[in-house]
């Protein structure tokens, strides 16, 4: 059965420091992969995706992320935090007509 | 420039009362699906839609009704609301394949409380 590991429920990090957000999936065939971004009383917005080609994908806000089939994972990152990028991120794999989505991690950014 | 339009953005039911949420989307997608979101459960596929006329169930579909009979609308209907079914809502659409990932586009969701 295809499924989404978000290992980290909650992660806290300092303004400027690096983050690194981990996603595992599980899906037998090639997976089509997303990251999105929820902030407060909002629908979720989509900050990058994969589905062929280069395994090191860009997305809006300076985030990236490295698909990495031998290890199922798909880590999302970004070099330096602002104290805009607080919020719940959810990585989801597409799986024919269903998306499977984590449970989510939520960033606290400290000054 | 609206893009998922879904009202209302707030309801309160009592246990046993019928409501449908609305869904609307102008990017003329193929594909619609309903989620809900609960706390710490991530988000959770309640029904979709591949086109007119054609639904089928998610990952939760129990309690709820869908139903397609235009590209820009997929209502969710819960026929008799329980405690269990408070959360929130959010309907998505998507392209599809071709050409792509067909990532979701999301409404702004539908926060249901059910007493």
């Known amino acids: 059965a295809q499924s989404v590991t978000q290992p980290d429920i909650h992660i806290t990090v300092s303004e400027g420091a690096s983050l690194e957000l981990r996603c595992n999936y599980s899906y037998g065939a090639t997976p089509y992969l997303f990251w999105y971004v929820q902030s407060p009383g909002q629908g979720l917005q989509l900050l990058l995706k994969y589905f062929s080609g280069d395994t090191l994908v860009q997305g809006i806000k300076g985030f990236e992320a490295e698909f990495k089939r031998s290890q199922s994972s798909f880590n999302l990152r970004k070099p330096s935090v602002h104290w805009s990028d607080a919020a719940e991120y959810f990585c989801?794999?597409?799986?024919?007509?269903?998306?499977?989505f984590g449970t989510g991690t939520s960033l606290t950014v400290i000054p | 420039n609206a893009g998922v339009t879904q009202t209302p953005k707030f309801q309160v039911l009592k246990t046993g009362q019928s409501m449908t949420l609305q869904c609307a989307q102008d990017m003329n997608h193929e594909y619609m699906s309903w989620y809900r979101q609960d706390p710490g459960m991530g988000l959770r596929l309640i029904h979709y839609s591949v086109g007119a006329g054609i639904t089928d169930q998610g990952e939760v579909p129990n309690g709820y009704n869908v139903s397609r009979s235009t590209t820009e609308d997929f209502p969710l209907r819960l026929l008799s609301a329980a405690p269990s079914q408070t959360s929130v809502y959010f309907c998505?659409?998507?392209?599809?394949?071709?050409?792509?990932?067909?990532?979701?586009?999301f409404g702004e969701g539908s926060r249901l409380t059910v007493l």
């Open positions: 989801a794999v597409r799986a024919g007509n269903q998306f499977y």
């Open positions: 998505a659409s998507s392209s599809g394949l071709a050409g792509g990932a067909g990532e979701l586009f």
